[in-house]
């Protein structure tokens, strides 16, 4: 008798939840005929490695307020649906040296509770967004300085993360960290919370002017973990241009020569966003118009819509923008949401 042999390919198959699958049977077939037909096969796809949707290729980050500062008040079901990622803003410091909580305002949310807070997370999860507690702000006073606060701020992260839904942290301390600790904290969380964790990072202007600046090295110490970087092109005086000329903030040549040293100095495009307020009231110098931009963003990625400044070569991967905050893009009736978020949705 003849003998034939199939040989199966493995091919491994990821998508954003379990979905079972079939393999039709087949036969094999030589001179002495056709095979019975073989059994099929059903299988089960694994969930992708960051534990559910993944994020787009060109995301909309945008920070919500946990108190009322002005802006319109909003529940995390009330963020816009371009966000792709929502930082809640923002955790608070504890008596413990590198450990953070979360206190919902709940009084100043109009009596929002922690269980439709929590609700609300779990639903923006399940349509494809992530959403991530952010350290720090204009008054954050977390200190990661030595290995036992670095230790300290990797627990009480991940355990924010089991309590909320949290699926993951933002790095937006803005009185300096120290890149050895804080690599090592986030390292630490990492180890803790899979590959599903999200890390984003909102340096100051001149906390990315240098690769030797500690927010920098941060950057690039986790460049392997780290999801993206959404510099505060905002509240900042004129910086340096990756072409060693000054530039004013407010223009398409501040975001695209500044996004630059980054783009050259070592994270990949796709760890690179253009942090923006999202209204004149947002931030109290620095803000740009959409349009403004949307054109960084095209001059970045598609070399097009530049300004008197032109990167040398293109960023096709480059990750998108943030906007601080969804409350003042809400307050100004989403206009900035409603016309950036299409367009870095639709970049290349």
Known sequence: AAFVAVTWKEYEVEAASPVTVAEVPVTATNAAGESAKS???????RASSDGGTALPKHAVTGYWQNFNNGAAVQKISDVQS??????????????????????????????????????D???????????????????????????????????????????????????DLENGLNATYMTQALRSLS?????????????????????????????????DILTVVNMQYYNSGSMLGCDGKVYSQGSVDFLTALACIQLEGGLAPSQVGLGVPASTRGAGSGYV???????????????TNCGSFKP??????????????????????????????????GLP
């Open 82 to 119: 371009q966000y792709d990622i929502i930082a809640v803003s923002f955790a608070d410091a504890t008596a413990t040296p590198g450990a953070v909580t979360f206190n919902l305002d709940s009084a100043g949310l109009g009596g929002y509770t922690v269980d439709q807070f929590k609700a």
């Open 312 to 345: 040398s070569r293109t960023y096709p991967d480059l990750r998108g923008a943030m906007t601080w905050s969804t409350n003042w893009d809400a307050t100004a009736g989403n206009a900035w949401s409603n016309a950036v978020g299409p367009h870095v949705h």
């Open 289 to 303: 118009s959409p349009t403004i931009v949307n054109n960084a963003l095209d001059c970045l990625a598609k070399g």
């Open 121 to 171: 997370v779990q639903a923006k999860k399940a349509a494809g967004k992530k959403v991530i507690i952010s350290i720090g702000g204009e008054r954050g006073t977390v200190a990661v300085n030595d290995s036992a606060s670095a230790t300290n701020f990797a627990n009480s992260v991940y355990s924010l993360m089991q309590t909320y839904g949290f699926d993951g942290v933002d790095i």
């Open 39 to 45: 059994t099929a096969v059903t299988g089960t796809t």
């Open 191 to 223: 180890a803790k919370a899979g590959s599903s964790l999200v890390i984003t990072m909102a340096p100051q202007t001149i906390d990315m002017q240098s690769t030797s600046n500690g927010y920098f090295q941060t950057a690039l110490n986790i460049k």
